[in-house]
């Protein structure tokens, strides 16, 4: 059996990813911490397929999903940035 098809060696990559994150925020490893959390959720349930390629893929996809979820809800808001329409020097 491969190591990556079993589902508490993505569950531990999770929580690696998640203590990364803490360690060095950046709102970087949060997204691949949940896709790697949901994949051995998936893989533990016998829904994802045995194959390493297609769990890499299934990885992918669902850290991509996450990340996006989040930057949506707790991202970047509306006006946060400062637009500087004129420079100090032409006082």
């Known amino acids: 059996m491969e190591l990556w098809t079993i589902w508490w060696v993505w569950v531990v ?12 925020p950046g709102f970087v490893f949060l997204g691949f911490a949940l896709g790697a959390g ?12 045995g194959n390493v390629a297609v769990l890499s893929l299934v ?4 850290s991509l999903v996450c990340w996006v979820a989040l930057r949506r809800s707790v991202g970047v808001t509306r006006g946060q940035v400062k637009v500087w329409t004129e420079d100090i020097n032409d006082r």
């Open 38 to 49: 949901l994949t051995g959720l998936l893989v533990l349930a016998g829904l994802a397929p």
């Open 59 to 62: 990885f992918a996809v669902l």
């Open 13 to 24: 990559a999770g929580v690696a990813l998640a203590i990364l994150e803490i360690v060095i």
